[in-house]
């Protein structure tokens, strides 16, 4: 019986086609780290919902990269960030994921103490070394910003400009940064929050959200709501479009039923449309006019990622109780159906079928755009081997 012969990476696609990133890029452990050096520990990180530390000595840790970050409050109420570790043996000081201090961050190991806003007040026979500065051997702080209601985290030692990534991903999907501030994200509750372990690559997830080629396929409560999905065309594929909501849909719920109020600062050609923003590398924002929904993604392995999604709602909408199950249940299922299918990819990236990479159809051309600022990301530092050897791949040579 005749076998269909493997691609190889010589192949051109057809002129219809653009090709993808060889299936490695989502198994070589050794390029998931060259991620975590140059993207993850070099670009914004949205690491904590700034409500979740509403009180002085509230903390959170979060793995961003290979570092395990500390998000605490201070007593004056501001959000700081410091590496977790203790300046003295390197043990970790907070061993939880989450939890809240009086007034002072101990080590469990030899008991040094740090305040708040991470400068050292003490420790075991302390004051019989005077020359030890308190400041300098304070935790190892971590630039934080404020945005949307939510703490973004930065490694680099100059960390790039966050108007112009961060909020600049507002921009370039929506026109404006006011657009997204219609919604007054800061100012949301929480109505649910719902955390997925997903047995899949971050990119995997991140080209998902990226297209809708598939929405027709596995989405049918989506569909239902925003037709155009069912042709293919995602929500991202130019400046400022919005998906409508279909004639007989009252609200983004999972049977098309009313929803809530629309938000105060929405405006009207902001109504009856969804809107998605991906801000790279590992946030998903989706706007609808009567509440937002949030990704974080925390990659932990070349094959594992941890997705926490926010459902956020008008403050009154959460105090009043009432029930929000039939908005979450829609993007809940989408969700299940979305990270699913990126679980069933996850294997066959390391098929020998897939060694060449794959093929993207026109409307998914935006996530070969993706692939080339990642090849960008590690092509500008040490990862230029990776380039070079992802564009000699592309043009047939082989490599051992």
Avoid at 71 to 78: A, F, L, P, S
Avoid at 90 to 106: M, S
Avoid at 191 to 204: E, H, P
Wanted: proline share 6%; charged share 25%.
């Amino acid at each position: 019986m005749p076998t269909t012969p493997v691609p190889h990476a010589s192949a051109q696609p057809s002129p219809s086609l653009i090709s993808t990133l060889p299936g490695r890029y989502y198994t070589d452990p050794e390029i998931f780290r060259q991620e975590q050096e140059h993207v993850f520990e070099s670009m914004w990180f949205c690491a904590v919902r700034g409500a979740d530390l509403a009180r002085p000595g509230a903390f959170r840790t979060v793995q961003v990269g290979r570092e395990n970050v500390l998000v605490t409050r201070t007593r004056t109420g501001e959000l700081r960030a410091f590496l977790n570790i203790c300046r003295h043996r390197g043990a970790r000081l907070c061993t939880e994921e989450a939890g809240e201090v009086r007034r002072t961050l101990q080590c469990p190991y030899h008991a040094w103490t740090y305040g708040l806003d991470g400068k050292l007040i003490a420790a075991p026979n302390l004051v019989r070394m005077p020359d030890v500065d308190r400041t300098t051997y304070g935790l190892v702080t971590v630039a934080l910003r404020e945005w949307l209601g939510y703490a973004w985290v930065c490694l680099a030692d100059e960390p790039p400009s966050f108007e112009e990534t961060v909020m600049g991903a507002a921009v370039e999907r929506l026109g404006n940064v006011a657009a997204i501030e219609h919604y007054g994200t800061q100012n949301l509750a929480l109505g649910r929050r719902v955390t997925y372990d997903v047995r899949a690559n971050w990119k995997l997830i991140v080209e998902n959200f990226m297209e809708c080629y598939h929405c027709a396929t596995i989405h049918p409560e989506l569909t239902e709501v925003l037709p155009e999905f069912a042709d293919g065309y995602a929500a991202q594929y130019y400046v400022g479009h919005g998906a409508e909501f279909g004639d007989e849909v009252k609200g983004f719920t999972v049977d098309g039923s009313e929803g809530f109020g629309r938000l105060p600062e929405v405006a009207e050609e902001q109504d009856r449309r969804y809107y998605a923003i991906t801000v790279k590398p590992t946030v998903f924002i989706n706007l609808v006019p009567d509440h937002v929904i949030l990704h974080r993604m925390f990659p932990l392995a070349e094959d594992r990622t941890i997705v926490e999604c926010d459902w956020l709602y008008a403050p009154e909408v959460v105090e009043s109780g009432a029930d929000v199950s039939r908005s979450v249940e829609l993007f809940h299922r989408v969700n299940t159906q979305d990270f699913e299918a990126c679980e069933r990819t996850q294997p066959a990236m390391a098929s020998r079928a897939y060694r060449a990479g794959g093929v993207l159809v026109p409307t998914e051309h935006h996530i070969g755009m993706f692939h080339e600022w990642l090849i960008g990301m590690l092509g500008g530092r040490d990862g230029g081997s990776l380039h070079r050897r992802h564009l000699d791949e592309r043009a047939g040579e082989t490599h051992p």
